[in-house]
């Protein structure tokens, strides 16, 4: 194929595959909480990351990682501990990562507005082999979390108190799934930027939702999806000369409009059957409360 002719490609290619899997094998933990847009917060503050490395001449990646390691860490923590004026202090973090990256790029002699437009929305042409190398160890850190410890992130998205209860170490795992998160985003943000990841984290999960029923089958359908768009929305971006960040937000929505389309007359059909059901047992048929790792929401 010409397009795997290029080394740039194959580096965009290999980075949308991962960043297509991790964003929504962590994004379902998220929507799970309710902090569905946790992932622009941070995507926010790692622009002060960006433009760290920027001034540094040090890899933005790896300065960014470790920047919205640290931001989503503070984010947990008023999230635990600041509830009286926590939205004042997650605003003043967001806009402060936001200005804080403009100010630290136009500082930096390497940087300009052009680079750090590449890191807000996404470059295939600007991925290095370095970057790749960044994302790989990133992201085998996030399938390592997401997949080993899968059990215990589902039982503190669902309920933290009975997580408590039966003894998981619930602040120590709601600080993993922060900066899990937020290696999320540094993986991300080279091919979809940091202003849309958050998109890839929740859009793929959402349509995934609409058609099944149990966590397990949730998790690998937004995985397929986030998979599927971020290789279109690559291959695409090649072809066509168009925004990689925006075409791939732009098929994961028009994945969730289809999905929205199919899940009505599905949803009619489950009833009747469970009607049928019913009145062949001779009682009326009733909702189930779903099962224990039923993620709707």
């Known amino acids: 194929m010409e ?8 580096r965009a290619l290999l980075a949308a595959l991962l960043v297509g899997i991790t964003a929504p094998a962590v994004g379902i933990h998220l929507v799970q909480r309710r902090q569905a847009l946790m992932g622009d917060g941070i995507g926010h503050v790692a622009m002060t990351g960006v433009g760290l490395g920027f001034l540094m001449s040090a890899n933005p990646v790896w300065v ?3 920047v919205s390691i640290a931001g989503a ?20 973090l967001f806009y402060g990562g936001m200005a804080g990256g403009v100010m630290l790029t136009s500082l930096s002699p390497e940087g300009s507005n052009a680079n750090l ?12 082999a370095e970057d790749v190398t960044a ?13 080993g410890l ?7 998205s669902q309920d933290e108190e009975f997580a408590r209860v039966t003894g998981l170490p619930v602040r120590a795992l709601n600080l993993l799934v922060a900066v899990t998160a937020a290696v999320t985003v540094t993986v991300a943000m080279r091919v979809v930027g940091l ?4 998109a890839l984290m929740v859009v793929p999960v959402a349509a995934a939702q609409q058609l099944t029923r149990s966590f397990r089958s949730t998790f690998a359908v937004a995985v397929l999806i986030g998979t599927a768009v971020s290789l279109t929305g690559t291959v695409t971006t090649y072809y066509q000369d168009v925004p990689p960040g925006a075409t791939i937000v732009l098929l994961a929505i028009a994945v969730f409009v289809l999905f929205a389309a199919l899940a009505a007359p599905l949803s009619r059909r489950r009833a009747r059957a469970a009607r049928e059901a019913g009145a062949a047992h001779g009682h009326d048929a009733r909702p189930s409360a779903g099962a224990a790792d039923d993620v709707k929401v």
């Open 150 to 156: 899968r059990r215990q992130l589902f039982a503190i």
């Open 73 to 92: 860490v503070l984010m947990e923590l008023i999230r635990m501990y600041g509830r009286t004026r926590g939205d004042i202090a997650l605003a003043l």
């Open 117 to 128: 437009m590449s890191y807000l929305f996404g470059s295939l042409a600007t991925v290095s």
């Open 195 to 198: 202003l849309l990841v958050s």
């Open 135 to 147: 994302i790989c160890v990133l992201a085998g850190f996030v399938l390592a979390v997401s997949l």
């Open 64 to 66: 960014a990682g470790l």
């Open 3 to 10: 397009i795997l002719d290029h080394d740039f490609m194959q």
